[in-house]
């Protein structure tokens, strides 16, 4: 899988909206961008994915640039419960069971 | 349900220790992974179960030893672990056959630390 990169960390205060960068320069045309996030002592969870649109579902939007080497993920209004390790993962698209190869990922805090 | 059930949520085991981490689920998913998470750190992949048969092995010690009996059970043997071997645990599971890789569903995971 091809490398991304994100900061360390962010910060955002509650009930305003988060966008959260991924470069992924090296982006293959078929590679699919996927978003996870890591609760504390909780397990990753998916949080959306896209190819070349932009996506919307009820957790966030994932905006994609026209070129593809970069993507942004919006949270539109953050909550204390957002607080989290957001892993940006491209994933080749021949197979459904390719396994995540997680990055460092962005450490969100909100703040009251 | 969208539920991967992980026991025991922790384990504490010397390295002369055999025990056992189960994981569960009922999506009818037919690809199942562990993972390893050390603190701080992003989960690793370690193995990658499709269809009951093992698909990856990511170089994983024998002391770790994956099974998986049937479509809804994955079972992870420990045996003469270190303790560098601490760590969380994950279990995930999808849908193997796919035109576009889907999204995994994780469990919470068996803390383990080796004394």
């Known amino acids: 899988d091809a490398k991304t990169t994100q900061p360390n960390s962010m910060e955002s205060n509650e009930e305003e909206p988060v966008h959260l960068p991924c470069n992924h320069s090296?982006?293959?045309?078929?590679?699919?961008i996927h978003w996870y996030r890591q609760l504390p002592s909780q397990g990753p969870e998916y949080v959306i994915h896209?190819?070349?649109s932009n996506v919307n579902n009820r957790m966030a939007s994932l905006a994609i640039a026209e070129d593809r080497k970069s993507s942004t993920l919006i949270l539109h209004r953050a909550t204390l419960r957002d607080a989290a390790v957001y892993y940006c993962i491209l994933r080749a698209s021949h197979s459904g069971n390719t396994p995540l190869v997680f990055g460092k990922g962005t450490r969100l805090s909100v703040i009251a | 349900d969208t539920e991967v059930t992980q026991t025991p949520k922790h384990l504490v085991m010397g390295m002369t220790n055999k025990k056992s981490l189960k994981c569960e689920q009922h999506?009818?998913?037919?690809?199942m992974y562990w993972y390893k998470q050390k603190a701080k750190k992003p989960p690793e992949l370690m193995f990658v179960?499709?269809?009951?048969?093992?698909?990856i092995n990511e170089s994983v010690p024998s002391r770790f030893s994956p099974e998986c009996p049937n479509s809804s059970l994955l079972n992870l043997h420990l045996h003469a672990l270190q303790p560098e071997d601490s760590a969380l645990y994950l279990c995930?599971?999808?849908?193997?056959?796919?035109?576009?890789?889907?999204?995994?569903?994780f469990g919470p995971g068996t803390r383990l630390t080796v004394t």
């Open positions: 999506m009818g998913h037919r690809a």
């Open positions: 179960y499709s269809y009951e048969k093992l698909s």
């Open positions: 896209g190819l070349t």
């Open positions: 090296t982006i293959s045309g078929t590679d699919y």
């Open positions: 995930a599971s999808s849908h193997p056959q796919s035109e576009q890789p889907r999204e995994q569903y």
